[in-house]
């Protein structure tokens, strides 16, 4: 076990430096749903998110135009709305959570607007202004090892005027293990040490 550990650790440090603009999301771009230039869709499900009861509007070329590509999404649709995707992380490993967001032109001011994220421990609020120019929000994160969820929801009044969301991506960003990350890593090593010694006693 000793010898495994001390090898895990001389070889982690080497074993990437290879970050990679690969989106680990799906349909992070919200490009999936085909819509007509100048349309938009409240729509129950779209592919790659979990969607909140009131639905996600997506649109293209309406109240603002997308950031990248043709389609954005808004979340307060006949009201406050939400979606969120899961994903799988490597523990220790760094990740790049990126989105942009901006308001309508046609926005009921900074009351009505805003976008709150989740993702594990980390979360934070956008938007809560009135501008309509998209601005891009970008923080890193320690892979946990299991899935990992983000999450938005509109906030501010429930009125059907809300933030507008486009281009959300998680990205690796290093594999080469930040002392947290060598913190869960050991915390595994050692759940594997002890599970190994109970298989042995019980044999
Ligand atoms: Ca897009
Ligand atoms: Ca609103």
Redesign the pocket.
């Known amino acids: 076990m000793k010898r495994l550990l001390a090898a895990a650790l001389v070889a982690l440090p080497f074993a990437g430096f290879a970050a990679t603009d690969d989106n680990l999301l799906t349909n992070g771009s919200f490009e999936s749903t085909l819509l007509r230039n100048g349309s938009w869709s409240n729509l129950s499900s779209i592919d790659g998110w979990t969607v909140g009861n009131k639905g996600v509007e997506v649109r293209n070329n309406v109240s603002g135009s997308a950031l990248d590509g043709h389609n954005f999404v808004e979340l307060?649709t006949t009201g406050?709305s939400s979606i969120s995707q899961s994903f799988a992380t490597v523990a220790g490993y760094t990740y790049e959570l990126s989105f942009s967001y901006a308001n309508r032109g046609d926005?009921?001011g900074v009351?009505?607007?805003?976008l709150s994220w989740q993702l594990g421990s980390l979360s934070g609020t956008v938007g809560q202004n009135t501008s309509t120019s998209w601005a891009t929000y970008t923080t890193s994160f320690i892979g946990t090892g299991s899935p990992m969820t983000l999450s938005f929801a509109?906030?501010?009044?429930?009125?059907?005027?809300?933030?507008s969301l486009d281009n959300v991506s998680i990205s690796l960003l290093s594999t080469v293990p930040e002392p947290q990350g060598y913190a869960l890593m050991l915390a595994g090593l050692g759940t594997v040490g002890l599970l190994a010694r109970r298989r042995r006693r019980s044999v």
């Open positions: 307060d406050n926005n009921k009351s009505s607007n805003g509109a906030i501010g009044r429930s009125d059907s005027y809300g933030t």
